[in-house]
């Protein structure tokens, strides 16, 4: 017993070495103080060095908000849906509520997105919402350390609930949406072609289907085509059985049944923390300690001189330049 | 002079303590020997804590095999175009071909993967082709590493080229086609809508498109709207602008002007080394050191002591964690 308690004072204790500003920060942030959230944003934009620590210094177990993943192909409108969402969490609920919305890296998107945006900032104007895009332009791998960094930050600040909207239902997409709670994969009758594509990977995230768009043509057959895969899936019949939602997000029509979906999955999950951290805690562990370590590795062969111009050296061995650089960050 | 001497030779020579047996099955494996080939495939299976060691030692800079990726959505005729491409380079080329198959990790796609491998038999009995499947079954994010150590295998052991097949058009799928020298995208004329939801991730890592089971309606106009994306994409027209190739794979139509289409694309990356290394060497090797500290992390999080049981110690702070973790591997 004594063992468990030094054990968990160990890993609850944290050692938390951070500059005064971010502390102080840190503090204005947990007050609820929003200028303190966009100004630890900014610092963490340029430099993540203390990124773990911050995280373990805000850190409190249980109390956090209610992570709602949204991804899909491009063009199902999804970020109407977030729109709409957002609307009826402080509408109807009367919550606070922040969003990470996740552009893709490619410039060619850009212009569709620029539009989403603007049409969320009708909410620019509520305190009690808060909308941040982290474009992953050049940092594959590190979107996901940075949308947890941020949920990390929104939980500190005391959001009730958290969206994270991401483009496309790719492995990154599967990765970033570990971090949800609930998450809802959207589809529009056009989607066939891209359900039979990413089949595995969209039945492996959905808690929730939106088929949306639901007054075009074909949109009952996608539903069916949905429910029967989810029922294919479904080999134990006490799970969570994922339902198929017909929205309307450019309407209003449909809001209310998805977020009653929401807050089924949602108790569900209260009942059952297989369904609730589909994460296991050592795979998340070891992903944070990975993204602090690539923080590491990158400003140490970007800065560090031992590896200046060093990938122009004729006839260098890159494996026996990542050995030293591992043993630099020791 | 003298300085960038004494820097190269750090680079270059390794200290490489690998097992007795390791040792002698890498021998083997340079003079050509297949035991040697499938023996360290299967060590490493069960271990990867010498792969970077492994890797090292192996490497030999310029001397290694020309690398084909091809990926694509399910249904794409991937294998099929695989196995065809492997008779070229043996029957016409007369050359040597290793094959890394990346199956997706769900079990739906099983069966039909299961039917692709049967087909590939045919070549079983030829000494110069080699092929081996790589599952990411509950390995995300080490798929690519996995990968890059079989490439570096199939290296050393000879083989003029080597072939990625991977299913998808996600960013895991673009991590893996790093790799490549040449990445082939596989539509057929009912990829409509995968074009529309992978649009950015397609431009980004085609070299060369084919359209393949091009007998079907639709085909010309598959191709026609690939030929536009590139020529949208293709700011600089100096640079290389991805050709479309129409295919039927099953009836060998297409293969040699795809062929063809390759081996340009080879001859304009010796002149360019940009084209042809388009994973800058920086960021190769904090790759390779992320997944070499990711062997030690899982081992050290599922094996020490330590951190036996943690994640059920109610209140526990995962960054914490996460922070001693990495000292732990120190």
New interface residues.
């Given amino acids: 017993m004594a063992t ?1 308690k030094r ?2 004072s ?5 050692n938390f070495r951070l500059s005064a500003e971010i502390s102080a920060l840190s503090l204005e942030l947990e007050r609820g103080e929003r200028r303190a959230l966009s100004k630890l944003i900014s610092i963490l934009d340029e430099d993540k060095s203390s990124a ?2 911050l ?2 210094r805000l ?1 409190k ?1 249980g109390k956090r908000s209610y992570r709602i993943g949204i991804t899909g ?3 199902a409108g999804k970020s109407t849906l977030v729109d709409r969402l957002v609307f009826y969490i402080r509408k109807e609920l009367k919550k606070r509520v922040g969003v990470i919305a996740i552009d ?3 410039p ?2 850009g212009g569709a997105l620029l539009g989403d945006r603007i049409r969320m900032q009708t909410h620019f104007n509520d305190d009690g919402v808060f909308i941040r895009s982290l474009s992953n332009r050049g940092e ?2 590190g979107i996901s350390f940075s949308a947890r960094l941020l949920a990390g930050l929104y939980d500190a600040y005391g959001f009730n609930f958290t969206i994270i909207e991401t483009v ?8 970033i949406m570990d971090l949800a709670d609930t998450t809802i994969v959207v589809l529009v009758p ?5 359900i ?6 969209i ?2 995230v959905a808690d929730i289907f939106v088929v949306n768009k639901s007054d075009r043509q074909g949109s009952e057959e996608i539903a069916e085509e949905l429910r029967q895969m989810v029922h ?2 479904n080999g134990q019949p006490q799970g969570w059985v994922a339902p198929v939602v017909l929205t309307q997000a450019s309407k209003d029509v449909g809001i209310t049944t998805l977020f009653n979906e929401i807050q089924n999955h949602m108790a569900k999950g209260r009942d059952d923390s297989n369904i609730r951290r589909k994460l ?3 795979r ?3 992903e ?3 993204a ?3 923080v590491k ?2 400003r140490a ?2 800065h560090n001189k031992k ?1 200046k111009g ?2 122009t ?14 043993k630099t960050i ?1």
């Fill in positions: 468990e054990r968990k160990r890993y609850t204790k944290g773990l620590t995280l373990e850190y177990d192909p491009p063009g893709p890296s490619s060619f998107t594959r791998g496309g239902v790719g492995q990154s997409e599967t990765d056009e989607s066939g072609d891209t039979q594509t990413m089949k595995a990977g039945l492996e294919m899936k296991s805690k050592n998340e562990i070891v944070v300690a990975l602090d370590l690539k590795l990158d062969i970007n590896f060093v990938s050296v004729e006839g260098v061995n890159p494996y026996s330049v990542a050995k030293i650089l591992i020791r």
